[in-house]
Structures are given as C-alpha cells and as structure tokens.
C-alpha cells in the first residue's frame, strides 16, 4: 500500500515474515485490518543488526519496530500488542502530534530540532 499515504509503518526489513507472533506483521496487520492506507518503511539489513537502524534512530529515538510515523512527522510506537490495541480500537489518529515516542514504551521524547 504505497501512495499518497498519511501513516509510514517502520518495520523491520524481514517483510515475509507474517505470523501472528512476529510484532512487525501484527502492527502491519491491523492496519490492514481497519483499512488505514500506509507506506511501509522497510529498515535495512538483516532484523537484528540495530546499528544500521539509522532511518528509524533518527525518527523515533529508539531502534525498536515496529513504529507508526504520522504525516506531521510525530510518531508512535509501544509495544506491538498495544499499537494493535490502539489501532483496532480506532484511536490510532488520537497518537498523531504527539511526542516522537511513547513514554510509555521506555523511550524519551526527541527533543525539538534546532534552526
């Protein structure tokens, strides 16, 4: 689901991965779900290689997937049992402008760009 799209799913590079256990495709599957249209961010290199999860560091401050990247730029991201919770309750939307990263999820807030 590539277009003109107001949500970018950051997930993990291993796409064929879909089972329910895997927190990437359960993120992925619940927007599909509720019919959100999104573009996949696909990170680089193998799963597990967290250094060269440059893209998403710099989005969410974290180099944890899945995260949910919003089209003013703020993102979401907790634990994927709980993004899916969010999203199939219907308050994904409620996340936008928020800080870069969910509290709650052990990450700290990106502190604002400088000019």
Not at 81 to 107: N, P, Q, R
Request: hydrophobic fraction near 35%; charged fraction near 30%.
């Amino acid at each position: 689901m590539v277009g003109d799209v107001g949500v970018k799913l950051h997930r993990c590079s291993a796409e064929w991965v879909k089972f329910g256990g895997h927190p990437c495709w359960r993120v992925e599957k619940a927007l599909q779900n509720v019919e959100i249209e999104y573009e996949i961010i696909s990170g680089p290199g193998m799963p597990w290689q967290r250094k060269q999860r440059t893209e998403l560091i710099r989005v969410t401050g974290q180099d944890r997937f899945p995260a949910i990247q919003f089209e003013d730029g703020s993102v979401y991201r907790e634990e994927s049992k709980d993004m899916v919770a969010t999203i199939e309750s219907g308050k994904l939307f409620e996340k936008a402008g928020g800080s870069a990263v969910d509290e709650a999820a052990g990450g700290e807030p990106d502190a604002p760009a400088s000019a």
